[in-house]
């Protein structure tokens, strides 16, 4: 089995992304692969399938690709267990939504073990959720939501529901009062944008600075998910 060393510097980067995201698209991995062309980067995991370092999905009519870990470089990397098998629609469109997101905002995902080590105080029981945060480029920390598909209010109340129940916890209510958590929403058009941004000015969140982008990537996946 070949070790970390042993790999292409951009296997290596497309590995850590993986560990990151827990899907990979080569069109948006773009954003971080910015010295290979494309094709290039086509290229890239078609080898790294063929290495069983990557596993390649469909969905879709069109046949879109999607690639996760392999078990392979799960234990080539030392990281936990997780699932290598297809992600179902909301998971997929979670790994999308988040993917898309951190390319369109320029943000640093940062994966459940980064955060945990980065942020102790943060973690305050077993089984709160921590596998969304990310940092900005000046260091602000981001919690990311992502768009299934519901409505613009029920999207507002669930922003909503982020922010109360950290509020609750002692080190996350004065982070928060020194505005020093963020969200930032993933939708799939300008227009949904628009609409949740509508519902927040409703009853606008204290402290708490709330961004919708709009994530074209979702669009195809929302559309499929439909047609099932």
């Not at 497309?14 to 698209?25: D, E, H, P, Q, T």
Request: charged share 25%; hydrophobic share 45%.
């Amino acid at each position: 089995m070949k070790t970390i060393d042993s790999l292409r510097e951009n296997q290596k980067l497309v590995l850590s992304l993986g560990v990151a995201f827990n899907a990979l698209i080569p069109e948006l991995a773009m954003a971080w692969l910015t010295e290979l062309s494309s094709n290039a980067i086509r290229k890239c995991f078609r080898r790294m399938v063929k290495a069983k370092l990557l596993l390649r999905y469909f969905y879709g009519d069109n046949r879109e690709s999607y690639y996760l870990l392999s078990r392979r470089a799960i234990r080539l990397l030392g990281i936990p267990p997780r699932r290598v098998s297809p992600l179902g629609w909301p998971a997929l469109i979670q790994a999308v939504g988040v993917l898309g997101i951190c390319v369109a905002a320029n943000l640093d995902k940062l994966s459940a073990a980064d955060f945990a080590q980065a942020f102790p105080h943060l973690c305050p029981r077993r089984g709160f959720q921590v596998g969304y945060y990310a940092l900005t480029a000046e260091n602000q920390l981001v919690w990311i939501v992502v768009d299934h598909g519901a409505t613009a209010f029920t999207m507002a109340k669930k922003i909503r529901k982020v922010i109360s129940k950290r509020y609750d916890i002692p080190a996350f209510r004065d982070l928060i009062v020194a505005r020093g958590l963020s969200i930032i929403v993933a939708t799939p058009t300008p227009e949904k944008a628009t609409d949740i941004e509508a519902e927040l000015t409703k009853d606008p969140p204290r402290f708490v600075r709330v961004q919708v982008v709009p994530v074209a990537a979702l669009i195809p996946l929302m559309l499929e998910r439909d047609k099932k």
